[in-house]
């Protein structure tokens, strides 16, 4: 079985992180809310994920909400040195399912410092505005976030849901180092984005990699998965890793059986022709 360090490293400013990583959302309860099921469940993933080469996770403080940083400390701190883990502030939960934004500069140095009790650091690696908060100018959400790395707390800041413009905007005003916008082969809409990323040698991490499952029902990736023995879902995520040397896809899962199928994409090599019947 491949891991997750078949897919390439990529250069995040100074982190070196392989490119197949991990989003612990769904580690959490139904609607991102609450406790999983099974808690030892869950930090079993969390470990296999680590075992299988994963040197990236990415999470959320409002993910359960806290639950699934709660999670990653319980299983994996000591963590070990190659270990990155991004989180992320700007939503506030009110149920399942339900996201509200706040990036006014006082709930966000509150999310951060949540975020670094719950994960057990000193330091967060890398911090990510989960998104733009309309009420808030962004200037003033950056600012808080330029003051929480002057204190340390910060190693970089990236953002995430964000356009090209808010995406310059970052870049001048906090050396954004990273994007997560939503992007999948069946939604391209960040396809610009991605673009700047390229030019700009930042990490761009698609969150609804495999669009719910969407995948499963496109023709194309059907047609590659059983050239290569693999699944729609395999060939979707490969997809990801062969579209631009900038993607880390952080696919999600509850299931270990489900984790071990999602890294061994990093291994699975497309040809020209398989390209070409999925643009």
């Not at 996770?57 to 883990?85: C, F, K, M, W």
């Not at 090209?164 to 082969?185: D, F, P, T």
């Not at 390229?198 to 050239?227: I, K, Q, T, Y």
Request: hydrophobic content about 40%; proline content about 5%.
């Amino acid at each position: 079985m491949a891991d997750a360090g078949a897919a390439g490293t990529f250069q995040i400013a100074d982190m070196t992180v392989n490119r197949m990583g991990f989003g612990a959302m769904r580690v959490t309860g139904k609607g991102v809310w609450g406790d999983p099921p099974d808690r030892e469940a869950a930090r079993a993933v969390l470990r296999r994920a680590v075992d299988l080469g994963v040197n990236l996770i990415d999470t959320a403080d409002s993910y359960g909400p806290h639950v699934s940083e709660e999670l990653i400390a319980e299983a994996l701190h000591p963590y070990p040195d190659d270990l990155v883990i991004a989180t992320k502030g700007g939503l506030e939960r009110t149920g399942p399912g339900e996201w509200h934004r706040n990036c006014h500069p006082d709930h966000l140095r509150e999310a951060c410092e949540g975020s670094l009790r719950r994960l057990r650091l000193e330091r967060i690696d890398l911090y990510q505005l989960h998104a733009v908060d309309p009420k808030i100018p962004l200037a003033e959400s950056l600012g808080e976030l330029n003051a929480l790395q002057n204190e340390g707390k910060i190693r970089h800041i990236a953002v995430s849901n964000v356009d090209v413009e808010q995406l310059g905007q970052a870049r001048e005003m906090s050396g954004a180092v990273s994007v997560q916008n939503r992007y999948s082969i069946t939604d391209r809409e960040s396809e610009d984005v991605l673009g700047a990323c390229e030019r700009d040698r930042l990490g761009f991490l698609p969150w609804f990699p495999l669009a719910a499952g969407a995948a499963a029902d496109h023709a194309p990736l059907a047609e590659v998965a059983d050239r290569h023995g693999a699944t729609a879902m395999q060939v979707a995520l490969a997809w990801l890793l062969h579209k631009s040397p900038a993607m880390l896809p952080i696919p999600g899962t509850s299931s270990v059986e489900h984790l071990e199928e999602n890294v061994a994409a990093a291994g699975l090599t497309l040809s020209d022709e398989d390209l070409q019947a999925l643009s």
